[in-house]
């Protein structure tokens, strides 16, 4: 909802300090103000056609939870909006997509219209007996408009993922990275790899195709070919890292513009060089485009040019995405995957000591 009735582009009012990222220090990019803020519970409302809405409960008694002081960082909306796609696209889910979406507005945060609402709710004037349906009818998402927007997300970040472990040498995931998930179709980016290289794609210049041409040709490519083949592809005919450019830039073309524009920071009426936030969509792809610009060259394996927060990646025992405290971390702190580590650690140990055995017999 960036623009009012008129036709007017809304202003961001957001005015808090402590929910700035910082961006300074990644080319002078700018910043990003936003607040985050949870309705205590949602209902169902079914609008017309098959369209159907999340409304937040608000009355006296049931006040939502403004983060005044310190909100979610972006990393961490990140992380809970990745999980939460992962989880809805996993067919092994017994939980609703619906129920799914509504834990994690009640958990993190309302997913949309969050400065304007932020801003309404944080007025002096505010007063929840009166207001409270106003906030209500503000607030109001289309749960398809939800799906379409984590979904976008959640595929760019999975191929960010991919790409990522490509540089570092491990390719399973871009390997796997076009199979369909429960709700998502799979991104067919690294298909063609698992083929010689085509006629076609020597005579098609970049500059001749748009990224969304691109992308039909190849879902097209891949039905073609899921008929045609009938032998089973188990690696890459070609390494998809010595293409690491053109996927690079594949990702890159995925990440939406922002409105970027001088503000001032009423707190210290110092100017500002801030994008718009409206949902936490916004917050999370901002994130990621601020990963990308932080992402190494590949040769180093993607690493991360500087640490300052601990990195965002996914576990490998499960997979979901984690804020690790250091660089070596590579399993998140859950049990099983503390467990996971362990043995994998254990083997590692006892393989290490039976090749230490058996250079000592050889040599004898
Ligand atoms: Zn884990």
Known sequence: MPYDGM???????ADNTSDVIGFGDVGGIGQLIY?????????????????SYLKPIVYKGLEPDLDKTNGFSGKELFRELYNLGRKINDFSEKTSYVDLVIEFCKGVAHPYYI????????DKQFDIADDGEMIERESLFSLANFMRDLESFYIATQFYFALKKVCAGDGDDAFELAQEGKFFEGLPYFEKYKREECFQEHTLKKADITSQQ???????????????????????????????????????????DFHMRLKINPRNNQVVFAADVHSVFDICWYTLARMIVDFGPPEEGGRTRELKEGALITCLHCAEAFIRDNNRQLYCKKVECQRAHNAARQRKYR??????ETKIKNKN
């Open 7 to 13: 036709g007017n582009y809304i202003e961001s009012k």
């Open 35 to 51: 607040h985050t803020f949870r309705f205590k519970d949602y209902e169902f409302e079914e609008g017309a056609g098959e369209s």
């Open 115 to 122: 400065d304007t609402v932020y801003s309404l709710m944080a």
């Open 214 to 256: 691109l992308l039909d040709e190849m879902i097209a490519e891949r039905k073609k070919s899921k008929h045609q083949e009938h032998k089973e592809v188990t690696w890459f005919a070609r390494e998809p890292f010595d293409y690491y450019e053109e996927l690079r830039d594949q990702l890159m073309d995925m990440i939406p």
């Open 351 to 356: 393989a290490n000591k039976r090749l230490a």
